[in-house]
C-alpha cells in the first residue's frame, strides 16, 4: 500500500528476485555481495568498478534471461583494465 516501508536483511551472497503479487509486469532484482564491487550497465551496455585495489579478479556478468559469463582480468597499481562480455539471445526453433 502507499507509503508503506519493510525491511529485510540478506546474508547469503545470492540473486533475490522481488515481484509485485499485484501487478505481474513489475518486477526486480537484488544483488547480494558480500563486497561492494558491482554495477549496472548504461544503456549502451558500458560498465566500470571503481576503486578496485591492484590484484586480479574473477569478474561475473549476469543477465536475468541469458545467464552469466565469467572472465578473470588483472588491475595494476593506479591502473585501469578494460573486459568485454558479449551475450547473445537464444534463437527461436
Aim: charged content about 20%.
Amino acid at each position: 500500500g502507499k507509503g508503506k516501508t519493510a525491511r529485510r536483511y540478506f546474508t547469503t551472497p545470492e540473486i533475490v528476485k522481488i515481484r509485485c503479487d499485484i501487478h505481474a509486469w513489475m518486477s526486480a532484482f537484488i544483488a547480494v555481495e558480500r563486497h561492494p564491487f558491482h554495477a549496472v550497465t548504461g544503456d549502451d551496455g558500458s560498465f566500470a568498478l571503481k576503486g578496485l585495489p591492484a590484484g586480479t579478479y574473477a569478474v561475473e556478468a549476469w543477465q536475468e534471461r541469458l545467464g552469466t559469463q565469467n572472465q578473470t582480468v588483472t588491475v595494476a597499481d593506479g591502473g585501469t583494465a578494460t573486459i568485454d562480455f558479449t551475450f547473445h539471445a537464444a534463437k527461436s526453433p
